[in-house]
């Protein structure tokens, strides 16, 4: 036989909405009396029928958190506080890897198949504003810069300002060889052309004159591509003295590229990334790096789905924008 | 207009099996079809309509991998991993992060609401064999150590094997105060327990005594985690002269607790971890650890579940076991 809610709550000995929030993850439950809910799920083998639930107002009670690679760090962090924001409306997120490809994307975009999910948070790197505009049904949010001005809400954090911000701070370092590393010449490319943006303009308000040389591209952001991009610079000889990477992986590999080559970090070249993954407050030296601020990203992302799954479909796409700061350690300014 | 698969296929001049291949991701396409079948399928505004392929065969074609925390990037690289096996089969694959709570681990081994997924890969933490024998219904396959003979298929690495011998090449350096970071006293700690007794066999082998002072629990195994049992290990003027970490954040962290003593690794102190994530690779010093086969783990849990979804359902429970090999580098070997 299967049990439902109310066995549960009889067993207990509480009432069935205070099961409820036992099985939705709810924070607000006295420990006293979560562990007498737990109790009676393992003794009579509960398990939740969200399906029920949901089907009554037809929904699954399950949206997806679509995101190009979750060996990006960024991504699995980002992916943590969707889930925390969902909880707290008693959603399960399901995480789709799309590999950034256009097919995986459109798939994602289409609602993993029309009926799984109620809802889509969506960072694509491959799909256009016209690709999105086509799609009817479920509702979405984008993150990042792919998609501007696109047919759907949108969070973003200002990347223009930011990297600005922290080509700044090298900058006022007296550095004056700031070199860049992550600049894409692809279509893929609208968040390393924002960062770019950035890094230019704060070297014009610096005074210092903008060399081409000093920009290493990388097509994709991991670890092995700042160390080669370091590395090429190294080679190139034009003498960085600085480096700004458009993320944080990236900037670890040019820490490892900067250590094999013995230059010390920051007395011979200062490096800052973009992120602040976790990996950035323990390396040596530790990382200094723009803090988007992904706790607000996932709640606000999670907040503007709920509005359009709650039924206000029609209104015009809004774009949030979430706050950043920096954070300033070893990497550029000593012990 | 909703167009269809054959209107591509049309429209592209190929096969619907073509555009199906391209659709699924496939490899095998040659570029310039393949750029042909997404050009007819950005200008048709084609989108894939899995939900109508698979319910024609009762299925979704989505399958969900559940694991504990995509920030450890262990499992952000399995689960890579077992999206591109399941691209194979033409699944989508979501992926359940339950933060390792009994709740959210009950919600993915129901099959998440029961109709949304084909089958399940199931990374539990707080999940008995008790819970998953009264399950019925969605296929599953089950990784690492949580509940071994379980009621369902099961893929995992020897523990036990892997850090004897981690240990054994720490004691083979010379060392002889060997300490151990990631120890658990609770019932989730199945993987610690296994990992500790590796350790203790390797030091057993090599003629060392027991001290459970060099023991360090981690009740969670992030970064901060192996930062923070590393001082205090320090701070009990234990003196070890090398550290198996029983993952490689651990390892990490513990790294940057030495750099913040001033202690050299190796010299000092030789370090190893368990994993094998791309962080050691380009740490400074680069970690030694232990590389389970996480390309065959994926592999191998993606046709046992094929198997069962295609229909042995009633064969018994198959438990395979994936190779690892040791990875030496720099934070034991020195440079």
Redesign the interface.
Known sequence: MRHRLKDVAEKAGVSVKTVSN??N?YQHVRPTTRARV?QA??EL?Y?????AR?LRKGR???I?LAVP???I?YF??L??HV?VAAAEQGW??????T?G????E??A??G?????IDGLIFSPLALTAE?LA??DGTPMVLLGERVDHGPADHVMVDNVAAAREITAHLAGLGRHRIAAIGSQRTEEGATARLRLAGYRAALADAGIGYDERLVAPASVW???DG?AAMRDLLAAGVRPDAVFCFNDTLA??A??AL?EHALRVPEDVAVAGFDDI??G????PTLSTVAPDKERIGRLAVELLAGRIAGDRDAPPRTLTAPYRLELRESTLGR
């Open positions: 036992v099985v993850g737990e799920i393992a083998n398990r939740p029928n969200l399906s949901n699954t009670g399950v997806a690679e979750l060996d760090p699995a962090e992916a943590r889930v399960t997120v399901l995480i789709d890897q590999g490809s256009r097919e995986q459109r798939v975009a289409s993993i198949g029309d009926h799984l690709d086509g799609l991991h670890r092995a160390a670890l590999g820490l490892r250590h976790e990996d407050r323990f390396s040596i």
